[in-house]
């Protein structure tokens, strides 16, 4: 038997395997470029969230450090208001005010209100009867401490008023003094509030 010999022709088919090399090259190089195109596009979106994530993460240090203020200004309040209890339950305190009309009127927790008339020509009857309510509301203490305020509307009050309950509550925290009464004068004009 006798061979026969073949000839192939590798030209044409070098020719065929060089285009798919090219082909898948190409291809390969297309697939690189918008492998490229969305790792920069990520790289872009990864930037913003980082700067949105930096953005929220400074608000939200701006909120827990107001949250600090606001939770410490609340304790604040809570031991003022308790402060403020322990006081005006070991304390007593009148109001001394001037009722539409120039009558004095005097307040206190628990007590009804005491309007004292107040006469132009001759104050001292009013003075007197201030005096005396307030001396009254003193010697009611039991060693309690004793709050003496004076509340006015500086556009309301007439001078001689002033003047007569200013004279009376200095003499009252005198005699208080004598008689170890602890005893606070505050004078209070609302207009001013």
């Known amino acids: 038997m006798r061979r026969r010999e073949i000839f192939i022709e590798l030209t044409s088919l070098l020719d065929v395997i060089l285009i798919m090399i090219f082909v898948l090259l190409t291809q390969a190089r297309a697939q690189t470029a918008r492998a490229l195109e969305t790792a920069e596009e990520d790289q872009v979106k990864v930037g913003q969230l980082q700067s949105e994530l930096q953005d929220v993460n400074a608000r939200l240090d701006d909120a827990l450090a107001q949250a600090d203020l606001f939770r410490e200004e609340r304790d604040a309040l809570g031991r003022q208001v308790l402060t403020q209890g322990l006081v005006t339950d070991n304390s007593r305190i009148v109001t001394v005010s001037v009722a539409p009309g120039g009558a004095i009127r005097l307040e206190s927790e628990g007590t009804a209100a005491q309007v004292l008339p107040y006469d132009w020509e001759d104050d001292t009857f009013a003075s007197n009867r201030l005096r005396s309510a307030l001396l009254e509301f003193l010697r009611g203490g039991d060693g309690e ?24 509550t200095r003499e009252i925290k005198l005699e208080a003094r004598q008689r170890d009464i602890p005893l606070s004068l505050l004078e209070l004009d609302t207009r001013a509030s």
């Open 145 to 168: 401490a004793v709050f003496i305020v004076f509340q006015y509307d500086r556009a309301a009050i007439y001078r001689t008023e002033y003047d007569m309950i200013c004279t009376v």
